[in-house]
């Protein structure tokens, strides 16, 4: 009978394809090298191909190598995946969890909440992608994808955890230096802070009209809202930001609401996920955020 891929042949693979030597892993794994050869002798035996290249210089992977390399990390943690959430139907949550969001989300709302998510499920590990980039929980290999507006995603299942609004707001030290705008028209003679690129004329660029302003207001431009953020509570200038990138600011003062978003733009915050019935890791997930979300929005 042929001998049938195991796991531990794949991650003996996967650490002989990095380190490109027996004797390596095996130090790092406390055995003698004879016995790391032999695992991937018999992993090309099963799998009918060479999958290094060998000489006195070192190790090389042939091109049936580099196919098996480019999965094989994959394999395992799908396996791993699978392992966690029948470990789930017991009620433990455990395994890898990853998620996506935008960099300014993940710092204000996912980063601040992980310690306490740790303490309660201890088993837990986190893999956290802040990207700017429209993420897919399938083609990303993503356990959900923390998204914000209109969705056109049919096939993923989704959960609605709160309302992004928009708020026109500045420091008490810019305020004291420049007054308050009354109007937003006056807006037009203060300094703004607003979004480098903005194709779909989120921030200042929409208003262009009502406020007449140019680009000598406009003192400073930046991609992250975590930047104009600080920007604006350094005291710089007056931002147009979403509401949960500023409520925590608000609330204790460092930032004033000046004016709420003159379109009155209400866009929903969603949890995007492949799987109908999500595993007990991503359940505890969405509850421990949904339930922040609604204290500091």
């Given at each position: 009978?042929?001998?049938?891929?195991?796991?531990?042949?794949?991650?003996t693979?996967?650490?002989?394809?990095?380190?490109?030597?027996?004797?390596?892993?095996?130090?790092?794994?406390?055995?003698?090298?004879?016995?790391?050869?032999?695992?991937?002798?018999?992993?090309?035996?099963?799998?009918?191909?060479?999958?290094?290249?060998?000489?006195?210089?070192?190790?090389?992977?042939?091109?049936?190598?580099?196919?098996?390399?480019?999965?094989?990390?994959?394999?395992?943690?799908?396996?791993?995946?699978?392992?966690?959430?029948?470990?789930?139907?017991?009620?433990?949550?455990q395994?890898?969890?990853?998620?996506?969001?935008?960099?300014?989300?993940?710092?204000?709302?996912?980063?601040?909440?992980?310690?306490?998510?740790?303490?309660r499920?201890?088993k837990?590990?986190?893999?956290?992608?802040?990207?700017?980039?429209?993420?897919?929980?399938?083609?990303?290999?993503?356990?959900?994808?923390?998204?914000?507006?209109?969705?056109?995603?049919?096939?993923?299942?989704?959960?609605?955890?709160?309302?992004?609004?928009?708020?026109?707001?500045?420091?008490?030290?810019?305020?004291?230096?420049?007054?308050?705008?009354?109007?937003?028209?006056?807006?037009?003679?203060?300094?703004?802070?607003?979004?480098?690129h903005?194709?779909?004329?989120?921030?200042?660029s929409?208003?262009?009209?009502?406020?007449?302003?140019?680009?000598?207001?406009?003192?400073?431009?930046?991609?992250?809202?975590e930047?104009?953020?600080?920007a604006?509570?350094?005291?710089?200038?007056?931002?147009?930001?979403?509401?949960?990138?500023?409520?925590?600011?608000?609330?204790?003062?460092?930032?004033?609401?000046?004016?709420?978003?003159?379109?009155?733009?209400?866009?929903?915050?969603?949890?995007?996920?492949?799987?109908?019935?999500?595993?007990?890791?991503?359940?505890?997930?969405?509850?421990?955020?949904?339930?922040?979300?609604?204290?500091?929005?």
């Open positions: 009978m042929k001998d049938l891929l195991r796991t531990d042949m794949l991650t693979f996967i650490h002989v394809a990095r380190s490109r030597s027996f004797s390596a892993v095996a130090r790092l794994q406390g055995m003698a090298a004879s016995s790391i050869t032999r695992q991937i002798d018999n992993l090309e035996q099963v799998l009918e191909t060479k999958l290094f290249f060998r000489s006195t210089r070192g190790l090389s992977l042939t091109d049936a190598g580099e196919i098996l390399f480019a999965r094989a990390q994959g394999i395992i943690n799908d396996l791993v995946d699978v392992q966690a959430e029948l470990a789930a139907l017991n009620g433990e949550p395994g890898v969890l990853r998620v996506a969001c935008l960099p300014t989300f993940g710092r204000q709302h996912i980063i601040p909440m992980l310690a306490e998510l740790f303490t499920y201890p837990i590990r986190i893999e956290l992608d802040q990207t700017e980039r429209l993420t897919d929980p399938v083609r990303d290999r993503l356990d959900v994808v923390i998204r914000i507006g209109e969705l056109k995603d049919s096939t993923l299942y989704s959960k609605r955890i709160a309302t992004q609004t928009w708020i026109i707001c500045a420091s008490p030290g810019y305020i004291q230096r420049h007054g308050t705008p009354t109007t937003l028209t006056e807006l037009g003679e203060h300094y703004l802070l607003d979004k480098h903005d194709p779909a004329g989120i921030c200042w929409r208003y262009r009209s009502v406020i007449n302003f140019n680009d000598d207001n406009r003192i400073f431009r930046s991609d992250d809202f930047t104009l953020r600080m604006a509570v350094s005291g710089f200038g007056i931002a147009l930001l979403p509401n949960w990138a500023v409520s925590a600011d608000i609330r204790s003062e460092k930032l004033i609401p000046l004016f709420d978003d003159p379109d009155g733009r209400k866009e929903d915050i969603y949890l995007l996920r492949a799987l109908a019935h999500p595993p007990a890791k991503l359940t505890v997930f969405m509850s421990l955020l949904q339930k922040r979300l609604a204290k500091i929005i």
